[in-house]
């Protein structure tokens, strides 16, 4: 993996910190995480943090886009969300000390600081604030992947739906249920729980 470019910002100066979980922190507070972090410029497609790496810090996005995704039971990456400026990353596995589920990649250039794992948990410690805005991040966060999975689970019974209720395909030849597997990307095993639904 390529070394990623240093920079440096001061988090008293950083209008991105308006919009992310830190919007809480004034005075003594920034000019103390500013000494606790470092500031990297990742370029497009490096890997920001690798699954099943041990994680060592918070990344807050700065500038750019980051793709949070993992590797699905059929070796295929699967995109889990999208990560912009103000979002923070990696807090996931970095809260509950696990290695890290899912990798981070840039999907174009970006500014991202990493903030020390130890100065992290005394900031939430000292500031219930900070706490707060972080367990609101993961709410929403939690949410958004509930959504993600109704709208999977409830687009799936429709496909399934639609190809079974055509005859056949333009070739002239029926669907098949690999035919629907293949349409959602679902693996033999999970098929038939989906079928029910």
Known sequence: MKKPLHFETGCAHCNVRLNSVFNVLQGEQLTEMSMHKSCNIYKK???????????????????????????????????????????????????????????AVTLEDASICVI?????????EATPKLMFEVVKKMGRDLKEAEDHIVSRGLAFPKSHLWFRGRSANHYGKPYTRRDCRLCWNINRKLYPSFIRI
């Open 116 to 124: 020390d794992k130890d100065y992290f948990f005394k900031a939430m």
């Open 45 to 103: 497609g490096q890997y920001v943090f690798a699954e099943n790496g041990l994680p060592t810090g918070l990344f807050c996005v700065n500038s750019g886009k980051i793709k949070i995704t993992t590797t699905g039971y059929d070796g295929k990456e699967q995109i889990l969300r999208l990560a912009k400026s103000g979002d923070i990353v990696g807090y996931r596995a970095l809260i509950s000390n696990e290695r890290y589920a899912s990798s």
